[in-house]
């Protein structure tokens, strides 16, 4: 008789599943299980339905939606210069420092978007995780959450960084906004020249050997300059004393999931970087 699968772990395993073919992995070896060997089976051809399933239903969402390379960054304005690169704070302080920095934050209001807020979204993870994402700003999910990344973009960026080999809570994560854009926009230069100080702030606490900016926005205001994330993709950017790589932002990814191959070669430009090796299919954690 067929193994049941619960719908949350159906759900989590046609994700992956998705997520690696769609990064081009499409052999995979199951590790011998001490289950019944027929029911084992049984349960791989209910999932292999619910992805092709899951693809004809993003196949017909491709149709009907416009896709751009990533959201513009709108008017253009001068960016302030970064900030000096802050001394380094011991790695046994630097949770601390972090907190400082969001209790000097407080309940912000030095920009428009505070308005619209429920919560703010400081940043999430290991503050001496070796790897480190920034995204553009929370969505409806974060905002309600005060966490960011986790919503579908979340889960789907979990699922990169599983792919990578490591745990979310070893990374740590941050947006450009820490408060979020109505409607979902992208932030206004002087929403984002005013909150990315402290975005900054974090980065020198943290220090991580490698930062991944997802999207343009996260990109553009990382490096100070407007560029297509076409050319700033595919390469190391010296940036802080660390090594910076840009991607696609995981919400973009979701819908045009064709880039997300390579999207997996910019992490694996990431992980040449790190040491880091692939976990092998099958292998847990
Ligand atoms: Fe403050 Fe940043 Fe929120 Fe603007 S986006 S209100 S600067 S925390």
Known sequence: MARQL???????????????RDLGLTEFYRRPVDLNAEAAVAVEEPVAALVAEA???ESQRLQTETFLEDQPIPPRKPFPAAPEVAAAVPAADRAAALQM???EMGDCTRCALHTGRNKLVFGDGDANARLMFVGEGPGADEDAQGLPFVGRAGQLLNNMIAA???KREEVYIANVVKCRPPGNRTPEPEEANTCS???FRQIDVVRPQVLVA????AATYLLGHRQPLAGLRGRVH???????????HPAYLLRDPR??????????????ELGLQAPKAGSSR
């Open 6 to 20: 619960d719908s949350a772990t159906r759900d989590a395993l046609v994700e992956r599943v998705r997520f690696y």
């Open 55 to 57: 693809e004809q239903d």
């Open 101 to 103: 920095i969001r209790d």
């Open 164 to 166: 990578m080999g490591l």
């Open 197 to 199: 100080p402290f975005l």
């Open 214 to 217: 997802l999207g343009a926005t």
């Open 238 to 248: 010296p940036f802080r004393g660390m090594q910076l790589i840009v991607t696609y």
């Open 259 to 272: 880039q997300k191959k390579e999207a997996w070669a910019d992490l694996q430009i990431a992980m040449r």
